[in-house]
């Protein structure tokens, strides 16, 4: 079997999400991290709503982590965790396929227009190896490996130069920013995705008034939520910058003191 067999097959794929996987799980954070990782554990731990936007699809994936992992015995802060490691191997492994088609394409391209003139490299090293390397190299980045190992929706680290905050995002959202990635045919296809991608992320969303109505006492202005009004407000983050974080806490004070 050649080098371009092997690292195109299967496998090769579960190598690099195996090794990504140990290598976030030795290093994830044992308990609760610093920044909003609290908040966040205790919204899914409880099916609540956490801060504005209300992060509904990775709370929701939060909650079925902790309940799934819950036979392990596990504190439930290293379960929720647990689940932005598994987010972090699997975003390698898309970013590794995505960047692998992509120049498969250009190697391609480039060698039905080769002459005695002008040759190419080898395909291990002008495709596999960028790949690999542009893979890792992302998922070793001292502010995405940060983020794959807390529950977290962005990383402490804010006081960076722009060209590093772009680094600063979340798991989940790594992981199906690279999904897209991924599913590049044509023209036809990337509407189709990018529609779908759409509808399928504002879904979630049905979440937060449930929640807000239901679980009251951990969600981010008890059932504010729950109303129209409440649910904009949430939504397009209006109590940012304001310095009120509920819109009424009187309510609130009350309702923890009984």
Known sequence: MSGKDFMCRPAV??????????????TLYPTVAG???????????????????????YTLAAAAAIRLLEPTGWEVAY?????????GSLTGVMLYLSLLRWLKMVYFHELSDSTPTKTLGPFEFCVVVPALWGALSFSANVHVWNAFTQ??????????????????????????CASILFWNEGWKSRLLLSCSAFITGLLPYLYLPWASANSPDSSWGGEEV????????????????TFKLVPNVTILMVRALN
């Not at 794929?13 to 030795?26: A, D, E, G, N």
């Not at 920044?35 to 699809?57: K, M, N, Q, R």
């Not at 379960?79 to 987010?87: E, H, K, Q, V």
């Open 13 to 26: 794929p579960v190598i690099i999400s195996s090794f990504l996987f140990l290598l976030y799980t030795r």
């Open 35 to 57: 920044g909003d990782s609290g908040e966040l554990i205790t919204a899914a731990f409880f099916l609540g709503v956490p801060h504005p936007p209300g992060y509904p699809l």
């Open 79 to 87: 379960r929720a965790n647990l689940l932005s490691a598994s987010l």
């Open 151 to 176: 529950a977290e929706v962005q990383p402490s680290l804010m006081q960076q130069r722009p060209c590093l905050r772009m680094a600063q995002v979340f798991s989940l959202n790594n992981f199906i």
């Open 226 to 241: 729950s109303t129209i009004e409440g649910f904009q407000r949430h939504l397009l983050r209006r109590e940012y910058g």
